[in-house]
């Protein structure tokens, strides 16, 4: 007999979670191209994570009685955006990389700790079971319509996101189909 459990907002979050820890494996284990390439999927997993979360989870938060908590993990993830385009812009071969990533790295896994001891039990305590079961369906597609690259002057509210958001994924997805087709070729 299978035992059919569903899965809800939170446990896709904490999915993320898990998977983003891989990535950083991924990158602290790399060396040259494959350290780009990993860097890349990490920083695209972090772009689309955070844009679901403002759009999904941290609304789900404000009204769980937790906004105080959402404007520090707001605060985390705008400083977070920044950090990441510098790194992106400067790349692993930099000398700089390296201590800019570890504090970065830190500060990921600091946060995403905050939020699952701080924000997902208020929004498990005051949101009905089922409204998050369904709403893990609603923060998979909205992880599908963010931005791929981390956008430090973009918005950080749901309603931003969802106005912006699609505008800015179409072109980040277009620069990623032209930055992969240039690696196919040089290759």
Known sequence: MTTDIKTDVIDEVLKDHDEIKQLFTDVDQAIGDQKREAFEQLVRKLAVHETAEQEVVHPLARSADASDIVDERLEEE???ERVLTDLQRMGPESPAF????????ADVLKHAGLEET?????????IKADQLQKLAVVYRAAEAAAPTRPHPHGPTSAVGNVAVGPVVAIIDRARDAVRDAMQKLSA
């Open 78 to 80: 705008k400083s977070g």
């Open 98 to 105: 390296l201590s800019m990533y570890e504090q970065l790295k």
């Open 118 to 126: 701080e924000e997902h039990p208020k929004i498990r305590s005051a």
